[in-house]
């Protein structure tokens, strides 16, 4: 997560890097000012109050467990792939496909046979909520990341086997929830973009870690990690329509990235982040066609 504290003071120093196509002092002295109104202008946090879907039900060692799937429009929704998109990008393990949800706290209710048992509630979007509704594939998805993260964030060992509850939408009473707006909003956070065939030799240039999130629905923002570099100077950046294509000074670094959205890159801006010994860049996105 960006740090504002420390992300201001070091975009100040922003460096060149060339003007072989385009100002790009001017450029990334830009980059600057947006990505850090993307880390201030935020309030700490939101209080929303989710709606009810659907309800699933499991059980840990500690008893049952049912896991209310509930909506709010105030949760950001994922990058707007398809399902053949989304389905060949997790079999060939090329990114980690994420959903912001907002996971609720556990609350201990009673089950229809008056029995005590745990609840949660976890909130997606609401327009990805109504997609999911109409796609199998999309729903056991969410379940599957929804199991996870409650698991990460409590230290639970669920049952994986799971079903859906017929006519009742959630159990217990859905709370409010808080999201921590300040926040980046990741929407979808992508690792490694390439798809590596081989080791990479020692003397081959290394393929850095990319991480992509969307700021806004029509602006993208990427991290490229460059710990061996210490500024900007040497390196090439070449962003098209839906590639991003990076190359290091002395090749010490290669990046060939498909990015599953269209791009607009006549106006993308970069900053190199010292401290961090990061790329950033800024990507406005074209509507679609």
Known sequence: MADSTLLVPELNEAETMGTETTPFEELLLQASKELQQ?????????????????????NSSEGKVFINICHSPSIPPPADLTEDELLQMLEEDQAGFRIPMSLG??????????????????????????????????RELVITIAREGLEDKYSLRLNPEWRVLKNRPFLGA????????????????LGNLYTPDSPTPEDRPEKPHLNL????????????????LDGALGLSLEIGENRLVMTGPQQLYHL??????????????????????????????LAPS
């Open 38 to 58: 993307a880390q201030t202008s935020r309030p700490e946090s939101t209080q929303i109050q989710p709606q009810p879907g659907f309800c699933i039900k499991t």
């Open 105 to 138: 706290e556990p609350h201990a209710e009673l089950d229809a046979k008056g029995q005590g048992c745990t609840a949660y509630d976890v909130a997606v979007n609401s327009d990805f909520y109504r997609r999911m509704q109409n796609s199998d594939f999309l």
């Open 174 to 189: 859905i709370s409010q929830q808080n999201i921590r707006s300040q926040q980046r909003p990741r929407i979808q956070e």
């Open 213 to 228: 999130w969307l700021e806004a629905p029509d602006l993208l923002l990427a991290e490229i990690d460059l710990p061996r």
């Open 256 to 285: 060939d990235a498909y990015i599953p959205l269209r791009i607009n890159g006549d106006e993308s801006k970069a900053a190199f982040h010292r401290k961090r010994k990061q790329l950033m860049v800024a990507m406005p996105l």
